[in-house]
């Protein structure tokens, strides 16, 4: 079966740190891969997708980056963290694909707060 | 792009009762999927449904795709029950972004 693992669980950090949040999935090859944020209290938005290892695609116009240097590892950095960066952090991953949907599970989530 | 609109957006219950939450999107869909984020966040997958319905235990989903919406019911509520559920339903036919609701959040009373 396939699990989804997200590291850190929780996060503290100040305003201008940088920052990695890490995802990893096993079980399952070439899988599609996204970054989601959630806002306290509200629904979540997608931040980046991946199709395949080094293809990152950005959803939003943003302070954050996402690389993909293995197939099952998806990465989420900034080079500064800025307060509005705050928020709850959910990796997801779904069977591969580049033109059709299918069903996404996620990861456990990085609580981030910036300071 | 699509919207997607989930009711009602607060329900208190106590424990044993049934509801029954919907989900409303503005464009035609070919997937949707149901999701409860339980109190420390972890989104569960509860169903992923297209059309149709399905069962899963005291769960059960209806989406009835040609006139854009989906239902999920809880029976027999339990406290465990509690938390947020959201639909999310991918931007387009052919698309793999999913676009969720805001979430209705249930507070199941003991």
């Known amino acids: 079966s396939q699990t989804i693992h997200q590291w850190p669980a929780t996060l503290v950090q100040p305003v201008g740190s940088p920052l990695s949040l890490e995802c990893t999935v096993e079980?399952?090859?070439?899988?599609?891969l996204y970054w989601y944020r959630q806002a306290a209290g509200r629904g979540l938005q997608l931040l980046f997708y991946s199709v395949g290892i080094g293809q990152i695609s950005s959803e939003v116009p943003q302070n954050l980056s996402a690389s993909r240097p293995q197939d099952r590892q998806f990465i989420l950095s900034s080079k500064k963290l800025l307060l509005s960066d705050s928020g709850f952090y959910l990796c997801?991953?779904?069977?591969?694909?580049?033109?059709?949907?299918?069903?996404?599970?996620f990861g456990p989530g990085t609580r981030l707060t910036v300071l | 792009g699509i919207q997607v609109e989930q009711s009602p957006p607060d329900l208190i219950l106590q424990e044993g009762a049934n509801s029954t939450l919907r989900c409303n999107f503005s464009d035609s869909v070919n997937n949707l999927q149901w999701f409860h984020q339980n109190p420390w966040g972890q989104l569960i997958n509860l169903f992923y449904i297209p059309s149709g319905t399905k069962q899963n235990g005291r769960l059960s989903a209806t989406t009835v795709a040609t006139e854009r919406y989906s239902l999920l019911y809880i029976s027999s509520s339990q406290t465990t029950d509690s938390g947020v559920y959201f639909c999310?339903?991918?931007?387009?036919?052919?698309?793999?972004?999913?676009?969720f609701g805001s979430g209705t959040r249930l507070l199941v009373r003991p």
């Open positions: 079980g399952t090859s070439n899988p599609n």
């Open positions: 999310a339903v991918p931007r387009a036919l052919s698309s793999y972004k999913l676009i």
């Open positions: 997801a991953w779904s069977r591969g694909s580049a033109t059709s949907y299918n069903e996404q599970f």
